[in-house]
């Protein structure tokens, strides 16, 4: 994740979160210098921990180590973990608003949350088409 998508990602979760609070923010002229903290921080974070990886690495087993893909999806575990308590850590950050129809505040984001609802959807559209699928290849068979 770069400086921009997280930008993006702490952008749109407080416009969500405290809607009232960042319009308040962006009025003042004080939305992009709060935003641009909480993104560097977040950066900061995650830069943090990826200077972490290559001991977390060395402590694989041997076997592991000589194999390439274990490296790299280890790395890359890493890296994403990294990426998710960042954003989480930022996400606690941000003021979070009681709407009127809410008797509690909701709970803290995450980056499941964020990114959840599109995986589900996708899996369900391709989960939806594959008997589709399955069912025009049986019917193509019997000719």
């Known amino acids: 994740m770069n400086h921009h998508q997280m930008r993006q990602i702490l ?29 560097a921080e977040a950066m900061q974070s995650i830069s943090t921990a990826k200077d972490r990886i290559p001991a977390d690495l060395a402590t694989m087993p041997q076997a592991d180590r000589n194999d390439p893909i274990k490296v790299v999806q280890r ?13 989480s850590q930022a996400l606690e950050a ?20 964020l990114t959840g609802d599109y995986w589900r959807e996708k899996m369900q559209r391709e989960t939806a088409a594959q008997p589709a699928r399955r069912a025009t290849t049986a019917s193509s068979r019997e000719k």
């Open 75 to 87: 790395a890359n575990m890493l890296t994403k973990a990294a990426e998710e308590v960042a954003l």
């Open 11 to 39: 952008d749109q979760a407080f416009r969500d979160r405290a809607p009232n609070a960042y319009e308040e923010m962006q009025h003042q002229d004080e939305l992009a210098t709060y935003l641009d903290s909480l993104t």
């Open 94 to 113: 941000m003021p979070l608003e009681q709407t009127e129809d809410e008797d509690e505040p909701a709970e803290p984001m995450s980056l499941y949350d």
